[in-house]
């Protein structure tokens, strides 16, 4: 019993170390108000995470997965109107990959329907992969743009 009760921190911290996402100031575009979506949508993420790791039944994850992707969606609208507002010379490039993830994510929620243990957990290692490399690359690059031009 004793050995189980120690373990169980250990194995614990291992794991939540491992799939919850933390924010990073280096993950910071110098922009504010995208900075507090940014963090936002890391959240909505580790709920999702917290509904697959306590197994809290398909109706919370789907809650969780459908308030990330609404987020998702409203936070690619604003930026890209911040971008456009700003004459921003690689909007539709940025345009795209917002595009290309949202249409990715619905292959997922489609196969998640069908498949639900397996591909919420791929769903989320895609979510936290692609969302992390885009705030820490394309979306700092509008970021210094804009800095330039006043806009923090
Ligand atoms: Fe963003
Ligand atoms: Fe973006």
Do not use: C
């Not at 039944?57 to 700003?86: R, S």
Request: no cysteine; proline share 1%.
């Amino acid at each position: 019993m004793l050995v189980i009760l120690v373990a169980i921190p250990i194995v614990h911290n291992k794991m939540a170390k491992k799939k919850y996402l933390v924010w990073k100031d280096d993950y910071s575009v110098g922009i504010e108000e995208m900075d507090n979506d940014h963090k936002k949508l890391l959240n909505l993420i580790n709920q999702l995470q917290t509904a697959v790791n306590y197994y809290t039944g398909k109706e919370f994850e789907e809650k969780a997965l459908n308030e990330l992707v609404d987020y998702t969606k409203t936070h690619f609208k604003k930026e890209e109107q911040l971008m456009a507002d700003n004459g921003y010379e690689d909007l539709e490039a940025h345009k795209q990959q917002h595009k290309r993830f949202i249409s990715k994510i619905n292959d997922f929620i489609i196969q998640y329907k069908s498949d639900s243990d397996i591909t919420i957990v791929d769903t989320l290692q895609f979510l936290k992969e692609w969302l992390i490399k885009h705030i820490n690359g394309t979306d700092k690059e509008y970021g210094k743009v804009l800095n330039d031009k006043g806009i923090h």
